[in-house]
């Protein structure tokens, strides 16, 4: 690689967990307000991401996303993605359990082909 490695201090969460992690909950904090979900993956992918947040969030895995949501949190006075508490409570876990924020058929997110405006975080719990 012809690189070497960046020393740095012991913090809580990766690289990729400080960067993800508030992406997720604007997202969530988003659909808490009333946008509805797909939309908020729409204006995501149409922005260039290959996948959006919500559809991101219920394919790493609600539970990790609250688990490691909490201890950013803490670490750095952010608020929690504790909109999906209800779910993860009730095995709704995204893809690896069928259904999370989506449902899940066949490995894809089963997504409105119309965004309705009620499909919502607080609508699903």
Same mark, same amino acid.
């Given at each position: 690689?012809?690189?070497?490695?960046?020393?740095?201090?012991?913090?809580?969460?990766?690289?990729?967990?400080?960067?993800?992690?508030?992406?997720?909950?604007?997202?969530?904090? +988003?659909?808490?307000?009333?946008? /509805?979900? *797909? %939309?908020? &993956?729409? $204006? =995501?992918?149409?922005?260039?991401?290959?996948?959006?947040?919500?559809?991101?969030?219920?394919?790493?895995?609600?539970?990790?996303?609250?688990?490691?949501?909490?201890?950013?949190?803490? +670490?750095?006075?952010?608020?929690? /993605?504790? *909109? %999906?508490? &209800?779910? $993860? =409570?009730?095995?709704?876990?995204?893809?690896?359990?069928?259904?999370?924020?989506?449902?899940?058929?066949?490995?894809?997110?089963?997504?409105?082909?119309?965004?309705?405006?009620?499909?919502?975080?607080?609508?699903?719990?």
């Amino acid at each position: 690689m012809d690189k070497l490695p960046l020393p740095c201090r012991s913090a809580p969460g990766f690289l990729v967990n400080r960067i993800l992690m508030p992406y997720l909950t604007e997202a969530m904090l +988003a659909a808490q307000e009333g946008v /509805p979900l *797909a %939309v908020i &993956d729409k $204006v =995501a992918t149409d922005f260039g991401m290959p996948m959006g947040p919500i559809e991101l969030a219920d394919t790493v895995g609600l539970d990790v996303c609250l688990h490691v949501g909490r201890i950013l949190a803490q +670490a750095f006075g952010r608020p929690a /993605p504790e *909109a %999906v508490a &209800d779910l $993860v =409570a009730s095995g709704r876990l995204g893809r690896k359990s069928g259904a999370g924020l989506y449902t899940w058929q066949d490995g894809k997110a089963a997504k409105p082909r119309r965004p309705a405006m009620r499909r919502t975080i607080s609508r699903i719990a």
